[in-house]
């Protein structure tokens, strides 16, 4: 198992370097760890000893270890001599103006087998906590002096068990506890040991504990895990004879279908790093995308070939979808399957990692990195979502964007059957429900508008009463729309509310969405959300400020450099919002699209959920624009239900909100500019 965090410290490296690599600090700032005294003669540097003991959740790591690098005032990293097999890193790079980014890794393996194994995968999230507690210890120290934490400042024991209860009860609820023959459930965990939580280890257990039971199901047929783990096999040693190799990068630019997910399960036997391209970008930005993250390969559906036709120069290509046999030279993955070898691949020492691209709302996509998501990300998750294990999921939700890679990586931990269309129709996502008695369906807000915009005589054709949860993420769900699906479909709709950074921020359930409208929820156990001021000072509750968030699936920094903001070892989401009596976020809308009109400040989101609850309004977009005497004004944007006039708009708005708050034009269009995953894309109203 191996953790990683990282933080921005306020000091120049040399300072950084002094206090982690003295033996004397490391119970007054490492959180978690019990024992860390000099062994010999030697108290600092290359082949210096310590006796060490860290608690990790299920194990206690430790016994003598070694420092065998220190290139000053850069890296050190020690390894086990005796007792358990554990490794760790300190790594510093100074930045600009005497900051210096400080990371903190480490890996351990607990004995015990199966049973270790398991326990490990849920303890990661106790020990990145002691990690990241260890990097806000430090930070304080250096900036605020020694004691400004006190000393640990982890989890004591009771929490290392509840967190460890609380676990096991989630998983259990989800269905993942059940009768298994014994052999299967052995040749599972092996799996799960021998890949630690990628890709490749899902679908490998799956095929360990259900071989016959459908994995995939899309418009060329089914799957079964048995098959997936099989063809994976083969496409993955296929791949490798190509000359994709551990650590190249695999682009991959397909719609919702079998193509995608043997990519990216391939990837994951390789240990090749998977870049998930958005399948509405244009030529240009595709190739300034490859440009940058320099992917050995590329992974596409045949209707993408004359928009790749620059990006895919001098890289190996491959079509995962094919709709005219005669109109690609290039080799499918159904070529490279059935010429590959179907037994198991070797692990690659290091997992690949997932790229995710920003949506590029506000400019060029950014690569935004991290690793392989583990069981405590889905324990997060499951917590406040009630999926379920072996259970039928319609990922409406485009793959290649955040939300819909998460229910891909929950459906591995859950064995689920995904139910894959390449294009999301609202009509054929209520038949693909009632077809395949689907539970849950991840969509994007959008999409909800569009099933409800259907004539009642066409949603009342379709048995949706299988469906057990809809998970939503991706933009802003105005509380109005969220009462009129439930309203339809009953209370059965979840809403996210992250980024590609942060990854999941807050989750609000059905009778959160009800009792509140427009709240994203509550934080789930194992996250922090705070709301700052421009001071880094926590607010009241119900004040606005910027929201920072720490879990165990923050990113690990844009591929072409740079990172989000972090304070205390929480991350910026670039979002404004506040917190309510009961701890529910509210999201004001972006940090950069806040206007300030006549010198108050107006958060868009507020006058766009106000016009979307009108009776006569589908949706709604708020810009402001400069403005001589006020420095800025609001201009709105609304899609109307009906005939309605901008007299009426604005009256609707004066009779609601503050006189500030009104916008000083109405523009009623057809629809509003979107990307494909539904956000709006407020450049393109500025140009009108």
Not at 259 to 272: D, V
Not at 420 to 430: A, Q, S, V
């Amino acid at each position: 198992m191996r953790v990683e965090e990282q933080i921005v410290v306020e000091a120049p490296a040399r300072r950084v370097w002094d206090v982690v690599t003295d033996p004397a600090n490391y119970q007054d700032f490492m959180a978690g760890i019990t024992r860390w005294e000099t062994q010999g003669e030697v108290d600092r540097g290359l082949g210096a000893r310590y006796a060490m003991r860290m608690e990790v959740g299920s194990a206690e790591v430790g016994g003598l270890i070694e420092v065998v690098e220190f290139d000053e005032p850069r890296d050190m990293a020690w390894t086990s001599v005796t007792g358990l097999d554990q490794r760790g890193r300190w790594r510093l790079r100074e930045r600009e103006r005497g900051r210096t980014v400080v990371s903190l890794r480490v890996s351990y393996q607990a004995p015990g087998g199966l049973l270790a194994t398991l326990a490990d995968r849920a303890s990661a999230p106790l020990v990145r906590r002691n990690l990241r507690n260890s990097l806000a210890n430090l930070k304080r120290d250096l900036e605020h002096g020694a004691g400004a934490l006190p000393a640990g400042g982890g989890p004591d024991a009771f929490e290392l068990v509840s967190d460890g209860i609380h676990a096991a009860r989630v998983l259990a609820g989800a269905g993942l506890v059940r009768p298994i023959r014994p052999d299967r459930l052995i040749r599972a965990g092996l799996d799960l040991a021998r890949w630690g939580p990628t890709p490749a280890a899902g679908y490998a257990a799956s095929a360990d504990r259900y071989p016959g039971a459908l994995a995939i199901i899309d418009e060329r047929g089914a799957l079964t895990f048995g098959q997936v783990h099989r063809r994976t096999n083969a496409l993955a040693h296929a791949l490798s004879d190509a000359g994709v190799l551990e650590g190249d990068g695999i682009a991959i630019m397909c719609r919702n279908h079998r193509g995608f997910c043997e990519a990216a399960i391939a990837a994951s036997k390789l240990g090749a790093n998977a870049l998930f391209l958005n399948t509405a970008f244009a030529g240009p930005q595709l190739t300034e995308v490859v440009r940058r993250e320099k992917p050995k390969a590329i992974v596409y559906d045949q209707e993408f070939s004359e928009l790749l036709s620059d990006a895919g120069k001098r890289r190996k290509r491959f079509v995962a979808w094919v709709e005219d046999e005669e109109g690609t030279a290039d080799p499918t993955l159904d070529d490279l399957i059935a010429a590959g070898d179907p037994d198991d691949v070797v692990p690659p020492d290091d997992p690949g990692k997932v790229v995710i691209l920003t949506s590029g709302t506000t400019g060029t996509p950014k690569g935004a990195s991290r690793g392989q998501p583990g069981v405590g990300a889905a324990v997060s998750i499951l917590s406040r979502i009630p999926l379920r294990a072996r259970s039928r999921v319609h990922i409406a939700a485009p793959l290649f964007h955040a939300w819909g890679i998460a229910h891909f990586q929950l459906g591995l931990l859950l064995s689920s059957t995904l139910v894959l269309r390449r294009k999301f129709d609202p009509e054929g996502t209520l038949d693909a429900i009632a077809s395949h008695g689907v539970e849950s369906c991840p969509m994007v807000p959008v999409m909800l508008q569009r099933i409800l915009a259907l004539p009642e005589e066409v949603r009342r054709r379709y048995d949706t009463s299988s469906l057990r949860t809809v998970p939503v993420s991706g933009s802003a769900l105005p509380g109005d729309l969220a009462e009129r699906f439930m309203d339809e479909f009953g209370d059965v709709l979840y809403n996210l509310y992250g980024s590609t950074e942060v990854a999941w921020a807050a989750i609000a359930s059905p009778a959160d969405l009800r009792e509140a409208p427009g709240t994203s929820g509550a934080p789930p156990r194992g996250t922090t959300l705070r709301i700052l001021d421009d001071d880094d000072r926590e607010v009241p509750r119900g004040e606005a400020g910027r929201i920072f968030v720490g879990n165990e699936m923050l990113f690990e920094g844009y591929t072409g450099g740079g990172a989000e903001e972090t304070v205390d070892g929480l991350m910026a989401t670039g979002d404004l919002g506040r917190l309510d009596e009961r701890g529910r976020l509210f999201v004001e809308g972006r940090s950069d699209e806040m206007i300030v009109s006549g010198g108050e400040n107006v958060y868009p989101q507020e006058v766009e959920d106000l016009l979307s609850s009108h009776q006569r309004i589908e949706e709604a977009a708020v810009i402001g624009v400069e403005d001589e005497d006020w420095g800025q004004r609001l201009e709105a944007f609304v899609v109307a239900r009906g005939k309605l006039s901008e007299k009426e708009v604005l009256a609707y708005v004066k009779d609601n909100l503050a006189r500030y708050k009104v916008p000083r034009r109405v523009e009623l269009i057809d629809a509003l500019p979107r990307n494909q995953t539904g956000k709006v894309l407020k450049r393109e109203l500025a140009k009108r």
